[in-house]
């Protein structure tokens, strides 16, 4: 059954998110290598700070409000299928062989039909996963890549990566819950610098033209 969650298997998300933190660790400056200073590294779970920036849980929530929907529909094909089992079970003692054979072929047809809607909705499930992560990952890098410069971080981990080996972690070295709430804010005031629509100017009214003078009644000449 079809089975994908926003959180989980995302080896393939991760890959590129490990990518754009490595090209943000070759963008900070080298300072303290040049000082003979020690290093400062941090580490990001970049799979939480998409998942819970203010962003990704609202499109999580839509993702498995869609999911869920899709799950319902297949679960009532595969039931369908196994009714029509037990229906050919139970009653092949009585069937005819024509009766019989028909059952089977629908069976057929019915499993075929889920086995496709079941890779059709895993490959657009993905797609659209892959969507989110690149979407919010695509914002997060600079944003992540500015709070290294401001900290003086020399290299900044993914620890949610599997590529990423890491045995220990110091918790004061985590900036997962900083670069979430600078993402949160960030985005607040992005939507509430936006300029709002210009109400549409409303055209004022012409004054109605003056109504048209009657022609003057001429005076009738009285007779000799």
Known sequence: MLNIDLRKGVQINMRRMFVWICAIALALPVAAAAQATVPKIGVMNVLRAIVECNEGKQVNEEFQKKFEAKREELSRKQKEIETLQQQLKSQ????SDEAG??????????????????????KEFNELRNQIFNRIGSKLAPLVQQYAKEKNFTL????????????????????????????NAMQVSSSSSAPAAKPATATPAKAPAPAAKPPATPTPTPKK
Do not use: C, F, G, W
């Open 92 to 95: 092949a003692a009585t069937l």
């Open 156 to 183: 900044i981990l993914d620890s949610s990566s599997q590529t990423t080996q890491l045995t220990y972690i110091d918790p004061t070295t985590d900036i997962t819950d900083d670069v979430i709430k600078r993402y």
């Open 101 to 122: 054979a028909a059952l089977t072929r629908s069976i057929q047809v019915k499993t075929t039909d889920l086995q496709r809607s079941q890779e059709d909705a895993e």
